[in-house]
């Protein structure tokens, strides 16, 4: 393996937890701004969790199945 592929590797191990939060911070702001104007702003709270939660969840079993048999 050559260095620069080994490097991207370890650097995508090392910034893959900042990765996922940076994610999920845009993706639950996006559902907020969506949700806000349709329901009452504790429930757009709760709702932009809940599909935050859901869309990631979703993400995570498709890639671990792609990653069992590519």
Known sequence: MSKARYAA???LVLFS????VVAAKAMYTVCMWVLTSIVPSQ???????????ISFTIVGVYVFCE???P
Request: hydrophobic share 55%.
């Open 9 to 11: 590797k370890l650097l």
């Open 17 to 20: 937890p900042i990765i996922l």
């Open 43 to 53: 429930e757009s709270q709760y709702f932009a969790l809940l599909l935050t939660t």
């Open 67 to 69: 990653w069992l048999e």
